[in-house]
């Protein structure tokens, strides 16, 4: 499994990893620490290993990074792909001020570790 992330979304990522690991999951996690230039490359080769994506990130679904680099991987390494590139983000709302709705549409440890369950144990 690729896991890949960057800023904020790492924190998600790396907490996530730990329990997948702990459960039996073996993980490749990636920070990416430049956007621009976009570490495709280490994406794509990863991704040549395992036959599996999922990014994590807190902005929005459209236009971000994570279809990015789903775009990216299916042009470059589609053949390798055993399950379709799978994104976590902030929910598709305005970002709200209130704290406790903020946490509500930002993405969280289980969604991240419910994204790699679905693609890892697809039949």
Do not use: C, H
């Not at 039996?24 to 990416?32: A, N, P, S, T």
């Not at 590139?85 to 549409?105: F, I, Q, S």
């Amino acid at each position: 499994m690729t896991l890949v992330s960057f800023s904020m979304g790492m924190r998600y990522a790396t907490q996530a990893t730990e329990k997948l690991v702990a459960a039996g999951v073996d993980v490749e996690l990636i920070d990416l620490r430049t956007l621009r230039p976009l570490d495709s490359a280490t994406v794509i080769e990863s991704v040549k290993k395992t036959g599996r994506l999922v990014t994590v990130e807190e902005g929005w679904p459209q236009g971000g990074i994570g279809a990015e680099l789903a775009a990216r991987v299916i042009a470059e390494a589609f053949d390798y792909l055993d399950a379709p590139p799978t994104r976590v983000t902030g929910k598709d709302v305005p970002m709200p001020y209130a704290a406790n709705l903020e946490k509500l549409a930002l993405p969280n440890v289980d969604e991240v570790i419910a994204a790699v369950n679905a693609v890892t144990y697809r039949s």
